[in-house]
């Protein structure tokens, strides 16, 4: 007879990360439940395979770094917005789940405001997601399916912008939500200089570098 054990069993490492395949979507669901809202590892699901990672320090530092520069970036420019976190968004249509390492609602932030439970049958998925791809490589087939528009992906030390086209990512210089700053270009070099600087530092200096900008005509 085959080995049956509870998922919540498995223990990751820092690091780590387990694949699943043939997960039904019921399973895929029964699984979210018994793990709980308390879990420190992060989740894919797309078409069948599920996907869990316990992520570095290394990973969680970059992570609050770029957000940190974001939201720095968008205060800055006077933007509203909402961030939801690593909140699981998933929609059986598409039989696909992903729990980013972070995400804004920006072109979408009033219907993010005060918003308890995610329904994509008729929330908005967020507008810009950040992965970072340290141990592993974020599952985009999932963004895909549930059409986050624009992707900020941390590999190999620099930030990448990836754009939803015609159900495909694709790299890009530029972020449609900030056309006129080289923003991949900015928060690359401040992550390049963060093994020697605190947070703090990077910050004053990004919104510092973010000043010196010439206008956008």
Not at 13 to 31: C, N, T
Request: overall charge negative.
């Amino acid at each position: 007879m085959p080995v049956k054990i509870a998922i919540a069993q498995i223990q990751l490492q820092e690091g780590q990360r387990v694949i699943l395949d043939k997960i039904s979507w019921q399973e895929f669901e029964d699984i979210l439940a018994d793990l709980g809202e308390h879990r420190h590892s992060h989740i894919a699901y797309s078409k069948g395979v599920l996907e869990f990672r316990m992520p570095l320090p290394e990973h969680e530092r970059n992570k609050v770094i770029v957000s940190d520069l974001l939201k720095i970036l968008l205060n800055e420019l006077d933007l509203d917005w909402e961030s939801l976190g690593s909140t699981t968004f998933k929609n059986r249509r598409m039989q696909a789940g992903i729990e980013p390492d972070d995400c804004f609602y920006i072109q979408n932030y009033r219907a993010a405001i005060g918003l308890k439970r995610i329904d994509l049958d008729v929330d908005p998925v967020p507008d810009l997601a950040i992965e970072v791809d340290l141990t592993s490589q974020t599952q985009m087939s999932a963004y895909e399916a549930l059409g986050v528009a624009e992707i900020w992906r941390i590999r190999n030390g620099r930030l990448e912008i990836n754009l939803l086209q015609n159900g495909k990512y694709g790299s890009s210089a530029i972020s449609l939500i900030f056309p006129s700053i080289p923003v991949s270009e900015g928060i690359s070099s401040f992550l390049e200089r963060s093994d020697n600087l605190p947070m703090s530092v990077l910050c004053r200096e990004f919104r510092a570098w973010l000043n010196q900008l010439p206008p956008s005509e």
